[in-house]
């Protein structure tokens, strides 16, 4: 649900009503004036003037100010958190040792009984940078349109890919930053670090210590119809990158920052059947900038026209035969329910192209390939990529963006279907 469908329109009444009323694009310049003064008085409530470093260099000359996030968050923390955080000092859990296997297989040679959770931090974030960069290619032809690389990986998860933010025009692109910054600035606004709890609990390893990057929230209000209050913690999910999740999705509780990174990596490896390490632009819960809504699948990316699999065990007892629920063009769904009792799922896919047409579904069937079928049933309405969810039961709603996260968490199905 990445390409913004409602853009597309707004853009088109918004050209429309330039090119019919001038005084239109006269009151979009006040608009565009009235987001600049609102980001700058934010900007002065935060106070961060003599700290230049959290200020950093726009895309495209634009003149809303952007802020660092991730340094003005740990700036905040570091002020909170005056002995450090204590987690980075521990060693990692035993059982949290054997999910890190299922996304760096490659350190079942190294001693992790011995690591520490900052040392860990310290590889996955070097292995996510590298798996999340544009091409050189890419890189030259992003600065050719004045876009830094940050500002690029931040708007890929409103457009899917690289190539597709270079196939805008640069005034879509410079709304959609401007957007993005003024979103950075609110949520810094709206910041509350709490302090770590000093001991929760402990396992036969000593105390677990809430930490600290788990403790930073910001609280939005939406709008629609009453006034809701969205609470989202910034977590570091293994393999994907810093982002803000939504309280429901407890992305912000114990280690589960890296078992659902991990449980994502077992569900996209069965998805495309590879042993390559996912790669999503948006997870479960997570924020999103283009639509203000948490996110309530994941959204995983492996190539336009790779094959893609039914996902549940390959245990008839607790899977047997999936039941094809949908499976339409219009927006590429796949539903179908595997499982019985309490391990009776219905798993929701959307963007597919050359669908299956009837069921039975069975262990590791290939059910259609990588697409971007959306509104208009055609295959290019979005960049291609995948949109998975699951809800308990015998349950086809769709899935969304959505004030609540009405669908289940995918990890748990990861965990009864796919361990
Ligand atoms: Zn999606």
New binding site residues.
């Given amino acids: 649900?990445?390409k913004t469908i409602i853009s597309v329109m707004l853009s088109i009444i918004l050209i429309c009503s330039y090119t019919v009323i001038n005084i239109n694009a006269k009151d979009y310049n006040n608009d565009d004036k009235l987001l600049i003064e609102r980001a700058n008085s934010i900007l002065d409530e935060l106070g961060t003037e003599g700290e230049d470093y959290l200020l950093q260099e726009s895309s495209m000359d634009i003149s809303v100010p952007k802020i660092n996030m991730e340094a003005y968050i740990r700036s905040k923390q570091e002020e909170i958190n005056t002995k450090g955080n204590i987690k980075n000092n521990q060693l990692l859990r035993k059982d949290t040792i054997s999910e890190i296997l299922k996304l760096y297989p490659e350190l079942d040679v190294c001693d992790l009984d011995n690591w520490t959770y900052g040392k860990y931090y310290e590889y996955d974030t070097e292995q996510s940078m590298k798996k999340y960069l544009p091409t050189d290619k890419e890189i030259i032809e992003l600065s050719q349109k004045g876009l830094k690389v940050d500002d690029a990986q931040r708007l890929k998860s409103t457009y899917g890919s690289y190539k597709a933010i270079l196939d805008r025009s640069n005034d879509e692109i410079k709304d959609a930053l401007e957007q993005i910054y003024l979103s950075d600035l609110e949520s810094a606004k709206n910041l509350v670090v709490q302090e770590p709890l000093i001991i929760s609990k402990f396992n036969s390893r000593g105390p677990i210590n809430d930490p600290p990057d788990n403790s930073t929230t910001y609280t939005m209000k939406v709008g629609g119809d009453g006034v809701t209050y969205l609470k989202y913690y910034w977590c570091n999910v293994s393999g994907y990158k810093c982002d803000w999740f939504l309280e429901d999705t407890n992305t912000h509780r114990g280690d589960n920052n890296i078992t659902y990174g991990a449980r994502a990596n077992v569900l996209f490896q069965k998805l495309y059947n590879t042993t390559e390490s996912y790669s999503s632009e948006?997870m479960w819960g997570s924020y999103s900038n283009s639509r203000k809504w948490p996110?309530e699948?994941i959204?995983f990316d492996y190539g336009r026209g790779s094959t893609v699999y039914a996902t549940f065990s390959d245990d008839p007892s607790i899977s047997g035969d999936a039941t094809l629920k949908i499976s339409k063009a219009y927006y590429g769904r796949i539903v179908y329910v595997c499982g019985t009792g309490s391990y009776k799922y219905t798993v929701s896919l959307?963007h597919v192209g050359d669908r299956i047409t009837s069921g039975p579904i069975s262990y590791d069937d290939p059910i259609g390939s990588e697409s971007g079928y959306g509104a208009n049933s055609d295959p290019y309405d979005f960049a291609s990529h995948t949109?998975i969810s699951i809800r308990k039961g015998d349950d086809t709603t769709w899935d969304v963006y959505d004030k609540t996260l009405d669908s289940d968490n995918i990890y748990s199905f990861v965990y009864y279907h796919l361990y």
Avoid: L
């Fill in positions: 649900m990445r948006s996110h699948a959204d959307q949109h």
